[in-house]
């Protein structure tokens, strides 16, 4: 019991640090260069205002 449940949190890891790099990845300014999440809110909240 106690090895699945260690088992189900390290895949669970595994898959949040994967969405992780693949947003971060998608997620590049035109220029190619590569930016944050807080600063893609901060572009946000710039756009709307």
């Known amino acids: 019991m ?3 449940r260690n088992k189900n949190l390290t ?5 949040h640090l994967f969405l992780q ?3 971060f990845s998608i997620r590049k300014l ?5 930016y ?10 710039h756009v709307d205002v």
């Open 2 to 4: 106690e090895i699945e």
């Open 11 to 15: 895949l669970s890891i595994f898959f």
């Open 21 to 23: 790099i693949s947003v």
């Open 30 to 34: 035109p220029n190619g260069k590569f």
């Open 36 to 45: 944050t999440r807080e600063e893609n809110v901060d572009r946000e909240v």
